[in-house]
């Protein structure tokens, strides 16, 4: 059974910075499309950042320059590192896993079924 567990959110203020991860079982996090999503309160879902099988990334125009993804094979862990974060950052986090080989693996994929719960991450002016 995958399982996906998020970590590292909390409360920051404008300008701070917050590391989360996403401990993965079940699977290898090698091979996979692997992202992050984040949803604000009345807002849809915003894919965030993606890293696909070869290890290139995708950031979202809105983080760009700011946030950086990236994974711990040994650790089976996928990290969103935020940096310069915005009151606009402000939304629960959550990473998912997309194991089929062909598909898409950007921010603007589904999810699917194999994502965690979700982190909050609360951004102060």
């Known amino acids: 059974q995958v399982k996906l567990v998020e970590s590292g959110g909390g409360s920051a203020q404008a300008g701070d910075s917050l590391t989360l991860s996403c401990t993965v079982s079940?699977?290898?996090?090698?091979?996979?499309?692997l992202a992050w999503f984040r949803q604000a309160p009345g807002k849809e879902r915003e894919g965030v950042a993606t890293?696909?099988?070869?290890?290139?990334?995708i950031i979202a125009q809105s983080v760009r320059g700011r946030f950086t993804i990236s994974r711990d094979v040994a650790k089976s862990t996928l990290t969103l590192q935020m940096n310069s974060l915005k009151p606009q950052d402000t939304g629960v986090y959550y990473c998912?896993?997309?194991?089929?080989?062909?598909?898409?693996?950007?921010?603007?994929?589904?999810?699917?079924?194999?994502r965690g719960q979700g982190t909050q991450v609360i951004v102060s002016s």
């Open positions: 998912a896993l997309e194991p089929a080989p062909f598909a898409l693996c950007h921010p603007k994929m589904d999810p699917g079924p194999f």
């Open positions: 079940g699977d290898s996090i090698t091979d996979r499309c």
């Open positions: 890293l696909d099988r070869a290890n290139r990334t």
